[in-house]
């Protein structure tokens, strides 16, 4: 089905030469000019979702109904965040206020896998330019997530917690989540934990092997809350057992992690406050190509070992002027990797494919916010410097041909020189202006930049460990290449008219230096693609790119108890240097809800549409696909302050549909065939029970 909503876009754009011509409306303050899209809170600065009340396992899958958002899916938890289509490293991910080190070189541990959605709280997504006080690196976006610890004790001490579960038939899929808070006024002590557990899933057009799931996630912390400052001291856990991807080579056997880290704040004096943050964590994974899906020759079968290991640390102030807030700060992380590819029927195979990998990112930021008549205006610049290093790799156990071929490679990247530092600097400009009319507008400019991944960089054997591209495609990393740059534009409005309120938003990106597979010229490494593939490698490189588009979101009060919202997000992305598109990026989409709320119950039907696909990737090899629309219902009663009850049917009408951005099927032996892009799921029904005390 064509469901095109490029017209409609279009026309919500021209809105505000309608509403600025009406006397009404209340004024917006810091970002409060909220629309309510399906249980998601949408300004023109922010949108945030409350996690732990949608019925989903994948905590990336909230980023669907995020205006200008969606979600790469390569498995039932590896969900890799995308933004106005930028999507992996270059859109920043943090958990409270930290980021987390992947040990996957294909992003089966992807950020959004750390934090199960029954105890996070808040996902909040920044509409347009992330400040450069945010985080380091931030070319495509950020995202902000919040575990659900708890809260103070208003009054004396309090014992409180929950304890909740969901099912969905499709895949016998189980989550079980609870917390218990022991907290006083100034002290809280908690400890949260989550298992979701899942079997194979399926689809109109069968099941999905493999695709089923085992992940558990815990948390214990401490916080202080005084009158002149704050600390918070956590360490948690992430073990995710046997679970498929099936679009990627191999499925993950384990990703066993450790977390912890700290925050505190530090009110000085009345005009000056401190606050500082240190993360840790350390990731071992495992993953082959025969424990979960049909098994390869046993000369084929592959394993490999990763690991990670991340530090992150942060110090800064915001000082308060006589009309200004100054925000000043530096920030630093330490990353290493390492990556050995194995086969347990041939003890003399081995490929070091990353060794002793580090990327060390070190910055400091300065950030000007001014309150004036009509507004606020936002100035602020951030000095990067990004290094990175790596060992010298190796690899045995080859037959024939490939054996020389494979040592060739080996040697030109360990004679190479391999240590590489870029120095750059971000820029931002923001200016809020709220008019007589009642109408606020945004205007947003900024510089940015990204220096090349470990997998862009040192990627030696053409391979598909490529941060969770799942194009199918051989790499290999290129040495030489260069930061990233996207000069952005951004422009929006929010507004009340009566009973609607929207935000729309129109955005421009012209990237530099944008990194991607090329056709490689390595007549050794095309040589080995092609035996392992049938296909000839692409090397990472940088070429010259822009992305532009539009994204809305709109809320509509009906009648008493009864309301409409929804969003809608198109985006364009295209090489300039040469003709050709950029890869995986969402099609233009709508999703339009409504709701009844009235006596503790609330009950939405949901239709979602998604159009044709075909600006689609040639060097990729990426296929278009064709539009669909969904219909999905959901309930929900809240007989008492303390229990709640769920239910939710998605795909009410089974429809048969392929989402663009999920992954091409790579894994024998599965109702869908090797090679044709993965279904959406069936009819599914899911219900939920939450209790808090």
């Known amino acids: 089905m064509q469901f095109e909503i490029r017209a409609a876009l279009a026309a919500v754009l021209l809105l505000p030469g309608m509403v600025g011509a009406q006397q009404t409306g209340k004024a917006a303050e810091d970002d409060v000019d909220e629309v309510i899209v399906i249980g998601r809170s949408v300004s023109t600065g922010l949108t945030q979702v409350r996690v732990n009340q949608e019925m989903l396992v994948d905590t990336a899958t909230v980023l669907k109904d995020v205006p200008g958002a969606n979600v790469n899916a390569n498995g039932p938890v590896t969900g890799i965040a995308q933004y106005r289509g930028m999507y992996g490293d270059r859109v920043a991910v943090v958990i409270d206020h930290l980021g987390v080190v992947s040990g996957g070189p294909n992003a089966m541990d992807a950020p959004l896998s750390y934090v199960s959605p029954m105890i996070t709280s808040a996902l909040t997504v920044t509409r347009g330019v992330p400040s450069v006080s945010l985080v380091p690196e931030s070319i495509g976006g950020h995202i902000a997530t919040q575990l659900a610890r708890g809260d103070f004790a208003r009054v004396g001490n309090d014992f409180a917690g929950f304890v909740g579960s969901r099912y969905s038939a499709n895949g016998n899929l189980s989550t079980s989540a609870g917390r218990l808070v022991v907290a006083s006024e100034r002290h809280k002590l908690a400890l949260i934990a989550e298992v979701d557990d899942g079997s194979d899933v399926s689809t109109p057009a069968g099941t999905v092997v493999p695709s089923r799931l085992h992940r558990e996630r815990s948390d214990v912390s401490y916080a202080f809350s005084g009158a002149a400052g704050s600390l918070l001291l956590f360490a948690g856990r992430l073990d995710t057992d046997d679970s ?8 993950i056997r384990f990703i066993d992690t450790t977390l912890a880290g700290a925050r505190a704040s530090l009110e000085l004096s009345e005009t000056f406050t401190i606050r500082g943050r240190i993360g840790w964590n350390d990731v071992e994974h495992l993953m082959d190509n025969f424990g979960l899906r049909q098994a390869p020759p046993a000369m084929a079968q592959r394993q490999n070992f990763t690991t990670g290991r991340g530090t992150q640390v942060s110090l800064g102030g915001e000082l308060s002027l006589r009309s200004s807030t100054l925000a000043f700060g530096v920030d630093g992380s330490a990353a290493a990797h390492d990556a050995t590819i194995t086969n347990p029927n041939n003890a003399m195979f081995r490929v070091d494919n990353f060794v002793d990998v580090e990327r060390d990112v070190a910055s400091a930021f300065v950030e000007w916010n001014r309150e004036v008549a009509d507004g606020q205006i936002e100035l602020g610049i951030r000095a990067k410097q990004v290094t990175a290093d790596a060992g010298r790799v190796s690899a045995m156990g080859m037959m024939g041909g490939m054996a020389d071929l494979v040592a060739q490679l080996a040697a030109e990247f360990n004679a190479a020189d391999r240590s590489r530092s870029w120095n750059s600097a971000d820029l931002v400009a923001k200016y809020r ?24 960089l040192y990627l030696w054997l053409p391979l598909q460990a490529t941060g969770g591209l799942a194009d199918g495609r051989s790499y290999i990393g290129g040495l030489d290449l260069d930061v990233e740059r996207s000069m952005e534009v951004v422009v929006g409005f929010g507004r009340d008219v009566g009973k609607v309120t929207l935000s729309p938003q129109v955005y421009y990106r012209r990237v530099d230096d944008y990194i991607q597979g090329v056709p490689s010229t390595n007549m050794a490494a095309n040589m080995v693609a092609e035996m392992m593939s049938g296909m000839p490698a692409l090397a990472f490189a940088n070429v010259d790119a822009e992305i532009y588009g539009a994204d809305v979101a709109v809320r509509v009060e009906l009648a008493d108890h009864w309301y409409l919202d929804g969003i809608a997000s198109y ?11 950029l890869y995986r990026l969402a099609p233009p989409n709508a999703t339009l809800g409504i709701t009844r709320e009235r006596d503790a119950i609330a009950i939405t039907a949901e239709l979602v549409g998604y159009a044709r696909q075909d600006e689609v990737s040639v060097y990729n090899n990426e296929r278009a696909t064709a539009g669909y629309g969904l219909v999905n219902a959901m309930f929900e009663w809240t007989p008492s302050e303390t229990l709640r009850l769920e239910a939710r049917i998605d795909n009410l009408l089974d429809k048969a549909y392929q989402d663009h951005v999920a992954g091409i099927n790579r894994a024998s032996g599965s109702d869908i065939p090797v090679g044709e892009r993965l279904y959406g799921l069936e009819r599914s029904a899911s219900v939920g029970i939450i209790w808090n005390f």
């Open 433 to 456: 202006h709220l008019a007589e009319s009642g109408t606020e507008w945004r205007l947003e400019l900024a510089s940015k930049t990204r220096a090349p991944s470990y997998q862009e």
């Open 571 to 581: 985006v364009r992305g295209k090489r300039r240097d040469v003709g050709d598109n």
């Open 244 to 251: 498929g991807t099936p679009a990627l080579p191999m499925d």
